[in-house]
């Protein structure tokens, strides 16, 4: 199990919260489940780390 605030830290670095609208924030917030094996902020992280050529693994 992952702890949410560490996917929410490395978010940071690539998002810009000002720039997202009150229900994409409300949706990491809230960090309700994506998948079965994954969470909100987990997917989204997932997708911009691809963006950089790089993965993410809970593990």
Known sequence: M???CFELWPL???LDFKTLDEAAKNDLLKNPKATSSKNHLEQVLHKY???FGEG???G
């Open 12 to 14: 940071l670095h690539y």
């Open 2 to 4: 992952t702890n949410p």
């Open 49 to 51: 780390l691809k963006e």
């Open 56 to 58: 993410y693994a809970k």
